[in-house]
């Protein structure tokens, strides 16, 4: 019979075995040159009911812009304006905004960016973040947001592939004008 003391200690051998099982020391892998675009039916535009698959919208030419929430100053005052306002836009093909939010937030953000939809700019909800975590772009936003967020990026795809990945490495905010980004520079 195991006494008190030889049990605890069996278990947090256990435990420590368990957690090296699961500790890396290699990095995230992020989404890169080459892959393919996750073909999830996760994300929706305007109600839950209207699923998007982004690996069968984008078979040419497009972009996905991530951010972390919808109606962030960060992302409302000047990130997404950035690319709104960029005469690139017109050149990218199919955009879309994806964030970690459900579709009728997104719908009514859109409408705010951009109330007569003239750019084209789709705004899609990944609400469970499915879409995000596939793309190995979720963060723990939870001290903040509440839950798993989106890092911000900008993929660049062509062909259904994607040809350039830009991530924000610290989740901590924009970097200056969203339209000199490099994934709106290549299509100047």
Request: charged fraction near 20%; glycine fraction near 10%; charge should be positive.
């Amino acid at each position: 019979m195991l006494t008190a003391s030889r049990l605890l200690a069996a278990t947090s051998r256990s435990n420590v075995a368990l957690q090296r099982a699961f500790f890396h020391f290699s990095a995230p892998v992020l989404v890169q040159a080459g892959d393919s675009i996750p073909d999830l039916e996760v994300l929706a535009e305007n109600s839950p009911g209207n699923k998007v698959n982004l690996a069968k919208e984008l078979r040419g030419k497009g972009l996905i812009i991530g951010v972390p929430a919808a109606f962030s100053p960060s992302c409302s005052e000047s990130h997404i304006p950035g690319y709104l306002k960029s005469e690139a836009l017109r050149n990218a093909g199919k955009v879309f905004v994806v964030s970690v939010n459900d579709p009728f937030v997104m719908k009514a953000w859109g409408s705010t960016l951009d109330p007569s939809g003239k750019s084209g700019v789709r705004f899609l909800g990944d609400a469970t973040a499915k879409f995000t975590e596939a793309l190995d772009l979720a963060f723990d936003g939870s001290a903040i947001f509440g839950g798993n967020r989106s890092k911000r990026y900008a993929i660049v795809i062509e062909d259904g592939k994607v040809k350039e990945a830009h991530v924000e490495p610290d989740n901590t905010g924009v970097n200056g004008d969203s339209s000199n980004c490099p994934s709106m520079q290549i299509r100047r």
